[in-house]
């Protein structure tokens, strides 16, 4: 997994087998260096620096994806943990933000009819049940990654989010 952006408490990253396929937006994960179940469990001064950090991944994603042609239209934000209950995963929960970024024109690569375009809600089968359905998906490439990388760090010199680079 590429690590987009990092920081001393937090690692952005675009997922090898990611849910979701670049050209329709893509899947980024942001998570916490420090292993929590759940984000009750963070110190509220590093929960809120996570979403200060989501936030800014998001607006860095969509301007670049944008400009490579992508019609993005929204993110779904979504912290979910539950495939880590399925015995066969064999790990604890902990929190991470998935980053989907939904737009227009969405198709499924092979055209599986389980597909849900947006403006539906992404449909996740359990990929140890059905692996073929994320097969064909392409993560964000090296380039990508550096665009939204830089992309971050441009976001975070602007007067609109002075003062957040220091608490990241």
Not at 108 to 129: C, I, Q, S, V, W
Request: proline letters at 7%; hydrophobic letters at 30%.
């Amino acid at each position: 997994m590429p690590i987009i952006f990092e920081t001393n408490n937090f690692l952005v990253i675009g997922p090898d087998q990611p849910h979701h396929d670049r050209d329709n937006g893509g899947h980024a994960l942001v998570k916490p260096k420090a292993r929590y179940s759940d984000r009750s469990e963070m110190p509220m001064d590093l929960y809120l620096s996570l979403m200060k950090l989501v936030r800014i991944t998001g607006e860095a994603i969509t301007n670049v994806m944008r400009k490579k042609g992508v019609d993005v239209v929204r993110i779904n934000y979504q912290d979910n943990g539950n495939w880590s209950y399925f015995p066969i995963m064999k790990k604890e929960p902990h929190l991470h933000v998935h980053l989907y970024v939904r737009a227009n024109g969405e198709k499924h690569p092979t055209g599986d009819k389980r597909f849900m375009a947006f403006p539906n809600a992404l449909y996740f089968p359990f990929r140890e049940d059905s692996p073929e359905y994320y097969e064909s998906f392409k993560p964000y490439s090296k380039e990508d990654c550096s665009y939204i990388e830089a992309e971050i760090n441009r976001l975070l010199d602007t007067q609109k989010y002075d003062g957040v680079k220091e608490s990241l």
